[in-house]
């Protein structure tokens, strides 16, 4: 499947808020994950269709929000009150779901957005 | 609980089979999928559900599971398969996703 197409990378101090946005033109569920430098993947939280739905990791639970603008099919990820810890890759990721007669529904993510650079940095 | 862990790293030989494991007890009851991450990339499906391959993922690629552990195996791994894996489960209790901390395969 073709990549999703992310913002570019940004730089910002301690404190600050960002919002990096994910072009999602098929109407599905979509998952943020973040990588920090040298370290393993990292879920955030999932948006609905609609944009009517969320569901956020609880370590993210009141800095972050995600948003959605069907118009445009653009998704977007704001992260607040930014720490130095919040430096890392933060992709986007559109979800699948599958019913299987032995477990039940499964999911998985595919295609990947390229990936967005988030440098916290006083 | 719904954490999955995996080991930091694996190695084989050129040509020889390896099995990359993820274990938890969410997953006797769910699925997980198989992402695989080339430096400075990002990651991409290898595998979901019971054995399921995307498009474009060679056949050497295949997945089992059995009791709390799902596999991930490469039946004749060849030097583009080195890279982190990780995988990825559903808490269907808290409608959370988790990943695994990755394993680095290295192929000798």
């Known amino acids: 499947q073709v990549q999703l197409v992310q913002s570019g990378a940004e730089v910002k101090t301690p404190g600050a808020s960002v919002k990096v946005s994910c072009k999602e033109p098929?109407?599905?569920?979509v998952h943020w994950v973040r990588q920090a430098p040298g370290q393993g993947l990292e879920w955030m939280g999932v948006i609905n269709p609609s944009g009517d739905g969320t569901v956020y990791a609880q370590k993210f639970q009141g800095r972050v929000t995600m948003s959605r603008d069907t118009s445009t099919s653009t998704v977007y990820m704001e992260l607040s009150s930014l720490r130095s810890d919040d430096t890392a890759v933060y992709y986007c990721?559109?979800?699948?779901?599958?019913?299987?007669?032995?477990?039940?529904?499964?999911?998985?993510?595919?295609?990947w957005g390229q990936g967005t650079l988030v440098t916290v940095s006083s | 609980s719904s954490e999955v862990t995996q080991d930091p790293a694996v190695s084989v030989a050129l040509g020889q089979t390896v099995r990359i494991t993820c274990q938890g007890d969410?997953?006797?009851?769910?699925?997980v999928s198989w992402y695989q991450q080339r430096p400075g990339q990002a990651p991409v499906l290898v595998m979901s559900g019971k054995n399921n391959r995307p498009s474009g993922i060679p056949d050497r690629f295949s997945g089992s599971n059995s009791g709390n552990t799902a596999s991930l195996t490469i039946t004749g791994a060849q030097a583009e398969d080195e890279a982190d894996y990780y995988c990825?489960?559903?808490?269907?209790?808290?409608?959370?996703?988790?990943f695994g901390g990755g394993t680095k395969l290295v192929v000798l």
């Open positions: 990721a559109r979800d699948h779901s599958r019913l299987d007669t032995d477990m039940g529904r499964y999911w998985w993510f595919d295609p």
């Open positions: 990825n489960s559903r808490d269907s209790t808290t409608n959370h996703w988790v």
């Open positions: 969410s997953l006797r009851s769910n699925y």
């Open positions: 098929a109407s599905n569920w």
